[in-house]
């Protein structure tokens, strides 16, 4: 190594990098010290209890120092072999307390302009831990192998709106490029908000069978839509109230002028309408009416389900 080196700072996850560097560094600078970081809330290798492992070297349980963290890649539930063979090899332990890893990543982003994950953020956290003790002079190395884009999803960005605030637009603009301006808010006045709120109160109404419909062929009582809608599914027809006009009216115009919902009738047969016979002698069954055909039965207003009387 050419150079000066007094402090080499690093995390584990599965220890190789640790291992492999740090025997590096001694071999060649033997005066470096070594710092080893991990969480507080997992300190397997600072509670001196070691990984119990089976025959072919895998952990046989979880470790009992273990916790639950937010940094991410470091230090699982129990202590790597490739690690566990390099300890020794580190000068001093550091803990890094909960929230100061994602805290420091972000502040690297602030200030620094750099986009490190949450454990870039711990690193550096026990880096500028060990600066402060480190004597006036004293060269320090810690590296991020890490970038803040694969924790868009995590903890780590939770508190950054997906919107621009004032303050970022007004940073945005100043600047001649394309901005993606927010949509414009809405106004509603509030007899707009009253008419809305009107019509949904009459569409629950109608869902949940508490709308109220007169119909004077039920011993004038009030009938629900459920009840109606039961009615029409059964073969109800449609009835006038009261012919108010040799011509036929429209369902609407019906309805407007006080139609009811009643028992089909029995239709007359139109005088245009042709009636088939039949000059059997034997045969005793009165000739079949023929249905008149579905227009002009509507034109006539008389619409039912069979077509026929009951």
């Known amino acids: 190594m050419n150079g000066k080196l007094d402090y080499w700072v690093t995390g584990y996850g599965t220890g190789g990098t640790f291992h492999g560097t740090a025997k590096y560094i001694k071999e060649k600078n033997p005066g470096t010290k070594i710092i080893l970081a991990e969480p507080s809330?997992?300190?397997?290798?600072?509670?001196?209890?070691?990984?119990k492992r089976n025959a072919d070297g895998s952990p046989a349980d979880s470790h009992p120092a273990f916790s639950a963290h937010p940094v991410q890649g470091w230090t699982p539930d129990f202590i790597p072999y490739v690690l566990e063979t390099g300890l020794g090899l580190q000068d001093e332990m550091i803990e890094i307390p909960d929230g100061a890893a994602v805290e420091m990543s972000q502040t690297l982003a602030r200030t620094q302009g750099i986009l490190t994950g949450i454990s870039g953020g711990a690193t550096m956290w026990a880096a500028i831990e060990t600066a402060k003790k480190a004597p006036e002079g004293s060269?320090?190395?810690?590296m991020l192998p890490d970038t803040g884009e694969r924790y868009l999803s995590t903890p780590l960005f939770a508190s950054i709106n997906a919107d621009m605030d004032e303050e970022e637009l007004s940073i945005a603009r100043s600047t001649p490029s394309?901005?993606?301006?927010?949509?414009?808010?809405?106004s509603m006045s509030a007899e707009d908000k009253d008419r809305i709120k009107k019509a949904g109160q009459g569409i629950t109404?109608?869902?949940e069978g508490d709308l109220q419909i007169y119909d004077p062929n039920v011993d004038g009582k009030l009938q629900g839509t459920n009840d109606l809608m039961n009615r029409v599914k059964s073969g109800a027809s449609f009835s006038a109230a009261s012919p108010k006009s040799a011509e036929p009216a429209s369902i609407m115009?019906?309805?407007q002028g006080g139609a009811s919902?009643?028992?089909?009738q029995a239709e007359p047969i139109p005088p245009s309408t042709p009636v088939e016979t039949t000059n059997t002698p034997e045969s005793s069954t009165p000739p079949p009416q023929q249905i008149p055909k579905e227009n002009e039965r509507f034109q006539r207003g008389s619409y039912a389900r069979s077509g026929m009387a009951e």
């Open 261 to 264: 919902f009643g028992k089909p």
């Open 205 to 207: 109404a109608f869902a």
């Open 253 to 255: 115009d019906r309805i």
């Open 178 to 186: 394309h901005i993606l301006e927010p949509p414009p808010k809405m």
């Open 139 to 142: 060269v320090l190395v810690a």
């Open 41 to 51: 809330a997992a300190n397997l290798v600072g509670s001196g209890i070691g990984t």
